[in-house]
């Protein structure tokens, strides 16, 4: 039965390849766009730590997304 | 109103919809996989290779609504000049290139089996190969251009002449003699398809769709974050 499910009667290798090949397409799309979305947020976290303690301050102060990005990556910096 | 639409809302809302969508995603994609491929019956004619049809016609469907979308909105850019539409159209490029190229691979694929050969010069086959052109001569401007006004000036026209392929795309099997089998999915009248199948199909489309979402929100994040980093110095 495994194998009937397997063999797909005979176009097993089209069948599994087409769906292989969108999963693997897919998951390098998923791979490389959250590698660039990490990378980003760590350069803009450590630009910001870089800052002197009164511009951070402001910087925190007037960007949420700068104090959000600071906040998720406080621990790894 | 014009709040919802401040950047740093859209970004508090883009990280709640990526949890949300990564917390529900897995489950739906076994349940679309299991229809597509064990619960849905063989076709008559094609046997299983039809089941290449739940990723290929989905990819096909993301490919075409994703370049309407990026040439809709290039129309909006230029006559409203809002920069933010420039972010969503950057995000959605890749996405629309990736399915686009799927969708050829998996049509080629099919192909074998069911016409004899993996690749046919047929209207069907040849608009999507220029759809897929299209993308990549999008995306190159941005790429390769480094003013940011040129870049986003020529992308929009390539998008808006791109638009014209769109029907192209669509009606070829009815205005050409194609390999390509004519629509069985229609959204005004009947579609031939048989329940059986259109589940599986509209379930995998789901699946797919929330997958381009999640690829969309994660470049759209990505977009904000580089224009934060480049303003950093003016705050």
């Not at chain 1, 910087?59 to 621990?75: G, M, P, R, Y």
């Not at chain 2, 619960?39 to 993301?62: C, E, K, N, T």
């Not at chain 2, 309407?68 to 920069?83: D, G, Q, R």
């Not at chain 2, 259109?198 to 995998?204: D, G, N, Q, R, T």
Request: charged letters at 15%.
């Amino acid at each position: 039965m495994i194998l009937n499910f397997l063999s797909m009667n005979n176009y097993g290798l089209f069948v599994w390849g087409s769906f292989a090949i969108t999963f693997i397409a897919c998951s390098f799309l998923y791979y490389k766009t959250l590698k660039t979305l990490k990378k980003y947020e760590r350069e803009f976290a450590r630009e910001i730590n870089e800052l002197s303690s009164e511009r951070k301050k402001v910087v925190i102060e007037n960007s949420k997304i700068a104090s959000q990005v600071l906040s998720s990556f406080s621990k790894t910096i | 109103m014009f709040k919802i639409l401040n950047l740093s809302n859209i970004f508090y809302w883009i990280e709640k919809l990526i949890g949300f969508i990564n917390s529900i995603f897995f489950i739906l994609l076994l349940v679309a996989l299991s229809f597509a491929l064990i619960f849905s019956p063989p076709d008559y004619l094609q046997g299983d290779s039809v089941r290449i049809m739940y990723v290929h016609v989905p990819s096909a469907w993301i490919g075409l609504a994703s370049f309407s979308s990026i040439a809709i909105l290039s129309i909006a850019h230029f006559i409203f000049k809002i920069k933010n539409i420039k972010l969503i159209t950057k995000s959605i490029a890749p996405i629309g290139l990736m399915f686009t190229c799927l969708a050829l691979v998996t049509g080629s694929i099919w192909g074998q089996p069911t016409w004899g050969t993996w690749w046919a010069w047929d209207a069907r086959i040849t608009s999507m190969l220029i759809l897929a052109l299209f993308y990549i001569g999008f995306i190159s401007t941005h790429k390769f251009i480094t003013n940011e006004n040129k870049a986003n000036k020529i992308s929009s026209i390539i998008a808006i002449i791109g638009l014209i392929n769109i029907p192209i795309i669509k009606y070829s099997v009815d205005w050409w003699n194609t390999l390509h089998q004519p629509a069985s999915i229609r959204l005004t009248g009947e579609s031939s398809i048989h329940s059986s199948m259109l589940m599986p199909l509209l379930l995998m489309f789901f699946v797919l769709i929330l997958y381009c979402a999640l690829i969309f929100l994660m470049k759209y994040k990505t977009e904000i974050i580089k224009i934060k980093k480049k303003n950093l110095k003016r705050l």
